[in-house]
């Protein structure tokens, strides 16, 4: 990683990777050329009702919103009641906090029924890092827009309807959000999920959002330290280590 000059710290962070703001410049990280429609000002109708706009170039994605916001007691204002209702069917105890099974019980009703590897990964990215590994009802209402989002990239980039994608796919579906990733990388994602059957790669929807959210993770926490946006920033040790050891452990 190439190093460059010290950045300006003054700018408030979410707490959460998957926020980032909107640098209006190009980076290393978007191609030049100009990206598909997905970059195009639309509304998106998601599951139970949840529509979210999507807009913007940004250098490291147009894919993003500010999530996941503090936690309370409450859900935020107009939130589906479907959602409400998945959250508080599961909260059996009534503490206005689920764990990582209750979580994947609540998901598994309208998205899939995703592995513990990656609702994990969820739980590490939307919880607040004061937290317990537990959400509570906002970050419930925000990780379930998240999901309806990365549900139509993955619909989107699904050709042929088959439920998966290969890697030509992922590809194309991480570049439509605004990564480029280069061939070396985008190899080493999809190895993870070779079975060793010398059978082509296919990633599934869990699969699929566990990638597609460390890619975009890891990259705003990169983008945190790049402030001129020019794919260079120098980090010590330490600071390299506690970026990436949470998304390669947290979730195992």
């Not at 959602?83 to 009703?109: C, H, K, M, P, Y």
């Not at 607040?128 to 209402?141: H, M, Q, S, W, Y």
Request: charged fraction near 20%; include cysteine.
């Amino acid at each position: 990683m190439a190093y460059s000059n010290r950045y300006n710290n003054n700018n408030s962070q979410s707490y959460a990777p998957s926020a980032p703001s909107f640098p209006g410049e190009q980076s290393p990280y978007t191609s030049a050329a100009a990206a598909p429609n997905y970059h195009a000002h639309h509304s998106q109708s998601y599951p139970h009702g949840t529509t979210t706009t999507s807009s913007s170039n940004s250098a490291y994605g147009s894919y993003g919103q500010q999530y996941p916001p503090p936690s309370s007691s409450e859900f935020p204002a107009g939130t589906h009641p479907d959602v409400i209702r998945s959250f508080q069917t599961v909260d059996r105890d009534r503490s206005g906090f689920i764990d990582e099974n209750e979580l994947q019980q609540a998901l598994s009703s309208t998205y899939h029924r995703f592995s513990l590897r990656t609702i994990r990964l969820l739980i590490f990215l939307f919880k607040n890092p004061n937290a317990p590994l537990t959400i509570g009802p906002k970050e419930f209402a925000a990780l379930w827009t998240c999901l309806g989002q990365w549900q139509a990239i993955f619909q989107r980039y699904d050709k042929d309807r088959s439920g998966k994608i290969d890697s030509f796919e992922l590809r194309d579906a991480l570049y439509g959000i605004g990564y480029a990733i280069p061939a070396s990388i985008l190899q080493l994602l999809v190895s993870k999920y070779d079975d060793g059957s010398g059978r082509r790669v296919e990633l599934n929807f869990d699969s699929f959002v566990e990638c597609g959210l460390i890619v975009k993770g890891l990259t705003d926490k990169f983008k945190e330290k790049d402030r001129q946006y020019n794919g260079s920033a120098t980090l010590s040790y330490d600071t390299f280590m506690s970026m990436v050891l949470p998304f390669l452990v947290s979730y195992n």
